[in-house]
Every structure is written in structure tokens, then in C-alpha cells.
């Protein structure tokens, strides 16, 4: 009887411990869950306040948001349109960026259809390629002054951005015969580095002009004196971004006035 009291109370034991578990678990459970979601709470609100403060970097390492203007010579460069076209749209470019693709076959066309065509902007490419990302960009740069020789520098201009998968020495005489230009005198120009000092020039004229990446574009009133100084807009930006743009500049007074994009 003594025995079967001791094993009718440790049952009774145990069952109390089970029943007490089923009643306390859930709440120990949600309480657990709140933990967690508070956690993650304040781990995202940290994201946040992190995202914000390299947000205010960012703006502080590009002007705060605001135009920042840039001073740069057309002299010698290449040129699309009327000399006497008002704005001038200066780019700095690389053959091999995937991004100056996207802005030549996107929305140069309608740049230079509605644009430059019609005398409201003349246009200048000056070479910036990033040797260090894009190895055989420099020679393309370069191909494309030989292929001026012949006068088809826009039609290498053209076709280097679509081929840029391969810039090897054989395939841009090959891009050069292909928009006509004569073999031979082609090979000598690019085997001799012709214009290799020219392409140096445009690097050390872009890195000057805070260019830091491609494409870069400055956007100003056309002058007299070989230089044009303007608002710089980075990167392939859509058709909306030049058309406002060049807006903002024609509404600037004469004399270097502020612009108010």
C-alpha cells in the first residue's frame, strides 16, 4: 500500500509538471518571439540610421544634391553639330564601359536626331578609358583617331561600342576596314601609337575636371574661347536628365550665373 501511495504521488507529480508545461510553454514561447522581434527591430533601426549617415556622405562627396560645374577644353577634341549651336555637351567616355553602351545606343540617337542634328547642341567626345578595369580600351580610343584619318571617326566611334567584347590589335583593323577605312595606313597609325599622347591628354584633362568614372558629361553655354564650362552630370542617365539639363543652362544668366536645375 506504502508503494503504491509513493507511485500514485510521483505520477501525480509528474502529470502536475506536464499539465504545468502545456499552460506555461506558450507563454514562454510569445515572450521569446517578442525578444526576437525586438532584436530585429532595433537591428533594422540601427540599417537605417547606418543607410542615412552614408547617405549624407555620399551627398557631402557630390555637392550635397546640388549642380557642381567644371571647366573643360574642346579644342582638337572630336565634334557632332554646329559650331554656333548655344549648349555644348562635353562627354568623357570609355569604348568597354558597359554604361557609355547603354548611353550610346540608348539615348545619344535621339540626342543627335533632335538635338544635335538640328543646331540646338553641339557635341564632343573626349577619351577617358579606364585601363585599369578595361586593358584594351586605350587602343580603341586610339583606333578610333586613326580611323579620323579617313574620315570615319563617328562610324568607329559607332562600331567600337558595339564590339566591345574584343579590342584586340586584329580585331580593330578588321572594325576599321569594316567602315571603311584603308588597311594599311590604318595598322601604321595604330602600331605606332600615333595618338596614344592624345588619349593621355583627355585622362589628365577629365581626372582634373573631377572625372572619376565614365560616362561624364559637362553641360554648358557655348563660348569663343575653346573651353566650355558647365554642369556635370555622371553616369548613363536617361533622355529626361539631358533635356533638363540642358534647360537649366539656358535659363542661367550670362556671366557664369548659378544654375537652377
Known amino acids: 500500500h506504502a508503494n503504491a501511495c509513493r507511485q500514485w504521488n510521483a505520477l501525480s507529480g509528474m502529470l502536475f509538471a506536464v499539465v ?151 580585331a580593330l583593323t578588321r572594325y576599321a576596314k569594316a567602315v571603311g577605312v584603308d588597311g594599311d595606313r590604318f595598322e601604321a597609325c595604330l602600331y605606332s601609337s600615333k595618338y596614344k599622347a592624345d588619349v593621355q591628354n583627355d585622362l589628365a584633362s577629365g581626372a582634373k575636371a573631377s572625372v572619376r568614372g565614365t560616362p561624364t558629361f559637362v553641360i554648358g553655354k557655348t563660348g569663343s574661347d575653346g573651353t566650355i564650362t558647365g554642369m556635370i552630370v555622371r553616369g548613363a542617365q536617361p533622355l529626361a536628365k539631358f533635356l533638363n539639363t540642358i534647360e537649366a543652362v539656358q535659363k542661367a544668366p550670362p556671366g557664369g550665373g548659378k544654375f537652377k536645375p
Open 20 to 170: 504545468l508545461m502545456c499552460v506555461l510553454w506558450p507563454a514562454v514561447s510569445l515572450a521569446h518571439q517578442e525578444e526576437e522581434l525586438q532584436a530585429l527591430r532595433q537591428e533594422l533601426a540601427k540599417v537605417k540610421k547606418e543607410l542615412t549617415m552614408l547617405k549624407t556622405i555620399l551627398q557631402k562627396m557630390t555637392g550635397g544634391g546640388a549642380p557642381r560645374l567644371a571647366t573643360v577644353s574642346i579644342s582638337g577634341s572630336p565634334t557632332l553639330g554646329s559650331a554656333d549651336a548655344p549648349i555644348t555637351i562635353v562627354e568623357f567616355s570609355d569604348y568597354q564601359c558597359p554604361y557609355c553602351r547603354r548611353f550610346a545606343t540608348t539615348v545619344f540617337p535621339t540626342l543627335r536626331r533632335e538635338y544635335i542634328d538640328t543646331g540646338k547642341v553641339r557635341y564632343v567626345f573626349r577619351d577617358f578609358p579606364l585601363a585599369q578595369g578595361h586593358p584594351q580600351a586605350p587602343k580603341a580610343h586610339e583606333a578610333a583617331h586613326c580611323a579620323g584619318e579617313d574620315h570615319r571617326y563617328w562610324e568607329m566611334h559607332d562600331l567600337l561600342f558595339q564590339q566591345q567584347k574584343d579590342f584586340s590589335l586584329l
